[in-house]
Every structure is written in C-alpha cells, then in structure tokens.
Nanobody, 117 residues
Framework: VQLQASGGGLVQPGGSLRLSCAAS????????MAWYRQAPGNQRELVAT???????NYADYVKGRFTISRDSGKNTVYLQMNVLKPEDTAVYYC????????????WGQGTLVTVSS
C-alpha cells in the first residue's frame, strides 16, 4: 500500500486548507485511516481517525475545527482544516492500518502546513 499526501501550504491564521491522502497498490488491505502531525521539536501526534464505516475521532486540540472524511470510491481520505492557528503548523502525515496484519501500518510522505501571517 502506498499513501500520497497533498494539499499543504502556507495559510494565514483563521484560514482553511484541505489535505488529501490517496491510497494505491494493495488497497484491499486498507482498514482504518488517520492523520497525524509533527511540529518541529515535537513528537508525532494523532489528529483524527476514521474507520472503514465512517466513524471518526478527533484530538481535543482540533475538535470543532478539523473534519476527517474518506471517499472509498477514490481510495482517498481528507482532512478539512478550518480556523487554523499558528500552533497547527506541522508536517501532516496520513496513516492506514493493514486489514489483515495486526499492528502493521502504512505511512504517507507528509505534507507541510504552515500557519503564519
């Protein structure tokens, strides 16, 4: 499974961005998906998750501002980010769990989001 993330960029505080993560290869192996982020000097942290059935969970620091969704027909997961804050600046990574192998995960290459005026 290969994951290709895109959509990052520079945005002003209060602005919006939508990230995309397209899965390819052995997509039948893709189970739950998630977005993580890593700011400079910080550990990678979970942002949001979505199951194959569409159930979602969010970290407290993005609840009410970010929305995760997936389009199974396009094998793509999205992260709509609204009311962005400077502390949202990070490299955002998408992640997918393997349906058949426990604890096996796939990672995309990351896309940089910079929130600055």
């Amino acid at each position: 499974v290969q994951l290709q993330a895109s959509g990052g960029g520079l945005v002003q505080p209060g602005g919006s961005l939508r990230l995309s993560c397209a899965a390819s290869g052995s997509i039948f192996r893709v189970n739950d998906m998630a977005w993580y982020r890593q700011a400079p000097g910080n550990q990678r942290e979970l942002v949001a998750t979505i199951t194959t059935g569409g159930s979602t969970n969010y970290a407290d620091y993005v609840k009410g501002r970010f929305t995760i969704s997936r389009d199974s027909g396009k094998n793509t997961v999205y992260l709509q980010m609204n009311v962005l804050k400077p502390e949202d600046t990070a490299v955002y990574y998408c992640n997918a769990e393997d349906l058949f192998v426990p604890r096996k995960v796939y990672w995309g290459q990351g896309t940089l989001v910079t929130v600055s005026s």
